[in-house]
């Protein structure tokens, strides 16, 4: 029971507040302290950042911002960075506030646009923006939720837009995974947005446990130990014991590899149905690899394991048939509808991003639900969605990244394990690492206790960016404005400490210049000729190193068989006979040899310093076997014969280049002239004279850093100005006619799409064509595969050629100007956008598109399908208006909108 001085405070706090007051009171739960400071703060008129930990409940700050609005008669735009958190926040706020006042804006959906509250991608609001849009009028609040995306290379740069950009009269709410450098990005804040209150919160509602899964015992990771007043946490000795133990029964390959043991490595139907007696379900296991997730799902089952009871998996099925009702009978089967029911029906199931969005959506219902008891998922279900479980397990700390196989960082392992308890339904969550023989307890106590995973801005200014900025702002302005974006601030701040630094090292070049001082003469002079002739030796030393190594791969080349030849150095140093020269046409010759010893092996330019001198010559048998050791004795006896028939092999002695050096010859005269040659201390003041030397050098790069960073962004817009205007898309502040269709491309390869829209490559084209040629410019494969892709032949195959073409000669005009924005076209998803586009069906498609990785999933299909959708959208609107090209385009679109591509789950 509270004190009558606590009531008299609520009190006041509530007069004090009373759109929280009002908001808190439809709530059926009270607030965290750092809900409440951050929706007090906003209804004082200030911007909010609030960084806390996966499911600690920061959208209910994003909801006020809502309420807010409403409250008060203004506008709230809820921006999210997927399609997916979309859809889910738009249907959440719908739920609590009626269709007629919640809106939705995304590549796939425009639902009542004009309605005070919309829920939208973050490039729809920096698309409007840039246009001015009239939506904008009236608006007083934006939320930014996981604004920790700005750091996204691909997207990151879009978040910055917005904030930079929106009216100094919006109040920004930006919601935040936790992050090392919280105070770094609220300075950023401050400066671009004004008056804006930092709540960070560290605490989690849910308290979660560490795990480790061995064989099939399951220990805690740490344990906690009292030193005096406090306690710190150690990993548990019972379970680095227990490894050891293991460990010891491992049987490795010859290269090293461990040999999974039986009982050492549970399957993945053992560690489920451990956790299911442990009473752990619902779980995620993170599996880093699509097939994989599929692979689980499928030895489960094969397993005979089985979550769900009889009315669960009656009424999962009733959910899943309702959901999936509109998806084509003639489709089920090639998007195995039937194999995913069942998974369902036993409480398992994928996620991942090659599933059919319908399907990942109705794993995400049933899983919240409760029916779904176990998922296996790839990373990207941690970005977002709102899926939490009552555990998480981590199958490996090793994914591949697209390019090559990395650690997990502290950072990534922190919020995949985030997603392990539900609030106001577990009193603590799980992380449960599943041990084997490559994992080691304290790396993984590591990754757990770490707290550092700082924000680091990815942004970088575009052609598209250019052209909106200097038609709205100008291009002075467009300057000044990138100058206060995060990636500028962080560079900026990073040049401050870089500046100290090489003025505590000026103020040390003045103490060395004092040392080396000489009462004979000027010893820096001195310094400088002793600098020269080293310099000078090194050269002609690299110059005759070089001289020798080309002589020895040319003798290399012109070796026969049955020369004798001394190898020089290495192991096999000594005398040797040439049984096949191994000439390569391409590359360096690798001759067989067989050594005096009776090693015979291949020979390269690296066993030899110098030209190869032939000694002697002697037979080799026709058809001579170097693996028969009879053979090779008989033959190194001969080659021992003929050896000591030879005068003693003396290494040649050639004239050093630097004897008959003109230049060195003065340079060294003019040293032994100079005065400070006779100074007693010459040697004594040499050492000081390399030490300012070296450190001159160092502070060289050091100010070359620091003006490399200092004004970097502004320095490529310039160099993005500079292009564009040679191409003819600005004159000077003016955007030309060209530029305005720039303005309204926003895919990556922006310019290069608006040069194919200048030069007429697609005129002409059919709606199938057009959409095979569009799909060049936003398909990307998951893996790089060198085999040529088939195209269509005729004007399809023709256009592309063209744009492959316009491609080489921006890259070209871009590398002139040190800018890489323009990435090759990939022509992996042209027949797949031709076939669908005629009107083929799904399987013949879906079958079309096999490449590297087999037949393409389904899911990306459709995500592909819809970038070529919101392409060809694009290049409706900034085609010429008297061109047929708009035409075509929409009619491509509705070829391609069909079937599976135009489900959505609204």
């Not at 539900?422 to 449960?432: L, M, N, P, T």
């Not at 052209?467 to 002075?476: A, I, K, Q």
């Amino acid at each position: 029971m509270s004190t009558p001085a606590e009531q008299y405070a609520a009190a006041r706090r509530r007069a004090g507040h009373p759109a929280y007051t009002d908001f808190t009171a439809q709530l059926s739960f009270d607030l965290d302290d750092f809900q409440r400071e951050a929706c007090e703060a906003l209804e004082h008129g200030r911007g909010v950042l609030v960084c806390a930990p996966t499911g600690a409940g920061k959208t209910v700050v994003g909801e006020f911002a809502v309420h807010l609005a409403l409250r008060q008669g203004t506008k709230c735009f809820y921006t999210t960075p997927i399609k997916a958190l979309s859809n889910q926040k738009f249907n959440d706020l719908v739920a609590r506030y009626g269709s007629d006042k919640v809106g939705l804006l995304t590549g796939d959906n425009a639902i009542n646009g004009d309605a005070p509250v919309v829920v939208m991608t973050t490039e729809v609001l920096r698309n409007m923006l840039y246009a001015n849009s009239a939506t904008l009028t009236n608006l007083a609040y934006v939320v930014m939720d996981e604004v920790h995306y700005l750091a996204d290379r691909f997207r990151g740069a879009v978040w910055e837009e917005v904030i930079i950009h929106l009216p100094e009269s919006v109040s920004l709410v930006s919601l935040s995974a936790t992050v090392s450098n919280a105070e770094e990005f609220a300075e950023w804040l401050i400066t671009v947005r004004g008056d804006t209150a930092v709540v960070v919160s560290e605490h989690r509602p849910v308290p979660l446990w560490q795990h480790m899964l061995v064989g099939r015992r399951m220990f805690d990771l740490f344990t906690e130990k009292a030193t005096g007043q406090t306690t710190h946490k150690d990993v548990d000795p019972e379970l680095t014991r227990y490894v050891r133990e293991q460990l010891r029964k491992v049987q490795y390959t010859r290269s090293g590899r461990p040999i999974r043991a039986k009982n050492l490595v549970p399957y993945r139907s053992d560690v489920i149905e451990r956790l299911d007696n442990a009473g752990l379900l619902p779980a995620i296991t993170f599996v880093f690899s699509r097939a994989g997730c599929d692979a689980a799902v499928q030895q489960c089952m094969a397993a005979g394991l089985r979550l769900t009871t009889p009315d669960e998996r009656a009424e999962i099925r009733s959910i899943a048939e309702e959901r999936t009702r509109d998806l084509a009978a003639e489709d089920l089967q090639v998007l195995g509808y039937w194999e995913w029911l069942d998974g369902l029906q036993r409480g398992l199931a994928a996620h991942h991003a090659g599933l059919l969005p319908v399907y990942k959506e109705v794993v995400e219902e049933l899983f919240v639900r409760g029916l779904v008891k176990a998922v296996f998922a790839t990373e990207t279900l941690a970005l977002g969605i709102n899926m939490p479980a009552r555990s998480v397990v981590l199958e490996r700390l090793v994914k591949f990244n697209g390019e090559t196989h990395v650690d997990l960082t502290a950072g990534e392992y922190t919020q995949l394990t985030g997603r392990a308890g539900r609030r106001g339904i577990d009193v603590e969550g799980h992380a449960v690492v599943v041990w084997s023989p490559e994992i080691d307890p304290r790396h993984v106590a590591g990754l757990a206790s770490t707290r550092t995973y700082p924000l680091r801005s990815s942004f970088r200014p575009s052609y598209n960016m250019a052209v909106n900025l200097v038609g709205s702002v100008g291009r002075e302005r467009a300057r000044e404005l990138l100058e206060t974006s995060f990636a500028q601030f962080q560079a900026d701040r990073a040049v401050v400490g870089l500046a100290k630094q090489a003025q505590r090292q000026h103020d040390a070049l003045d103490a060395y210049q004092e040392s080396m001082t000489c009462h004979l003469g000027d010893f820096a002079e001195y310094a400088a000729l002793r600098r020269q002739i080293k310099d000078r030796e090194n050269a002609l030393a690299k110059q005759g190193a070089n001289q020798r190594r080309a002589a020895a791969a040319d003798s290399l080349e012109r070796l026969r068989i049955g020369d004798v030849i001394m190898v020089p150095t290495g192991r096999r140093a000594g005398l040797a006979v040439v049984l096949d020269p191994g000439a390569e046409p391409l590359g360096e010759s690798r001759p067989l040899v067989l050594t005096a010893d009776r090693w015979a092996g291949r020979l390269s330019l690296a066993d030899f310093t110098s030209e190869i001198d032939v000694l002697t010559r002697m037979r080799v048998p026709k058809h001579f076997n170097h693996r028969a050791p009879q053979a090779r004795r008989d033959l190194a006896s001969a080659l021992r014969t003929a050896a000591s028939d030879l005068a003693a092999v003396r290494k040649k002695k050639g004239r050093a280049a630097a004897a008959d050096d003109e230049l060195l010859g003065e340079l060294r005269a003019a040293l032994r002239r100079h005065p400070c040659h006779g100074c007693n201390e010459r040697e004594d003041h040499a050492r000081w004279a390399e030490r300012f030397d070296r450190l001159s050098k160092e502070t060289h790069q050091l100010e070359q850093r620091v003006h490399n960073r200092t004004n970097s962004l502004a320095r490529t817009f310039d160099q993005v100005c500079g292009l564009l205007e040679s191409r003819g898309y600005l004159d000077g502040e003016r955007v030309t006619d060209a530029g305005r269709g720039l303005a309204r491309i926003w895919s990556e390869s922006d310019l290069l799409v608006a040069e194919c829209l200048r030069a007429g490559v697609w005129d002409g084209l059919s709606a199938p064509e057009l959409a095979g040629a569009v799909s060049a410019l936003v398909y990307e494969a998951r893996r790089a595969d060198e085999s040529p892709t088939p195209v269509p032949s005729g004007p399809l195959r023709e256009s592309l050629a063209v744009v492959g073409r316009l491609a080489s000669e921006l890259q070209g005009d871009e590398g002139e100007r040190g800018l890489s924005l323009t990435r090759e076209p990939d022509y992996g998803f042209v027949w797949p956008a031709y076939r669908w586009a005629r009107g083929e069906p799904l399987e013949k498609v879906l079958t079309a598109a096999a490449g590297i990785e087999g037949e393409m999933p389904a899911g990306d299909f459709v995500r592909w399908c819809r970038q070529v959708l919101d392409l060809l959208d694009q290049i409706a609107g900034a085609a010429p208006a008297d061109s047929g090209l708009r035409s075509t385009a929409r009619q491509a679109i509705e070829a391609t909108r069909r079937g599976v591509v135009a489900y959505t789950a609204l």
